[in-house]
């Protein structure tokens, strides 16, 4: 689980907020995907433990780009068993970097569950 050490590690050295700390706001996490049906789940799962193991107020972001796999579908489906997870569709495949922006952009963080 190198990859999670990684980002508790990256976390930390940010101040993410702990949880119970007085403002801040929540740390959260974007994931891009396209077509990510096989791994998405796992993804979100590692990255809430991560979050859980570190005492970290963190919440993550699918961005999917209309996956015909069913990828989005499969994130709305975390994002019920969880509040801390959300979903953005966009309309069709325009890339990560352009899926980082829009999932930094302020409202991001409050998008309301489809």
């Not at 050490?5 to 396209?34: E, I, K, M, N």
């Not at 699918?62 to 019920?80: F, N, Q």
Request: glycine residues 14%; contains cysteine.
């Amino acid at each position: 689980m190198l990859a999670g050490d990684v980002f508790q590690l990256f976390l930390a050295r940010r101040g993410a907020a702990r949880a119970g700390d007085a403002g801040g706001g929540a740390a959260w996490t974007c994931a891009p995907t396209s077509n990510e049906a096989e791994s998405v789940a796992r993804l979100v799962r590692r990255v809430l433990a991560v979050l859980d193991r570190s005492g970290i107020d963190g919440r993550v972001l699918v961005i999917d780009d209309a996956s015909p796999d069913g990828t989005g579908d499969i994130a709305e489906g975390l994002a019920r068993e969880d509040e801390r997870v959300r979903v953005l569709h966009r309309p069709g495949k325009q890339g990560s970097g352009p899926a980082y922006r829009d999932g930094c952009r302020p409202a991001s963080c409050t998008h309301p569950r489809a």
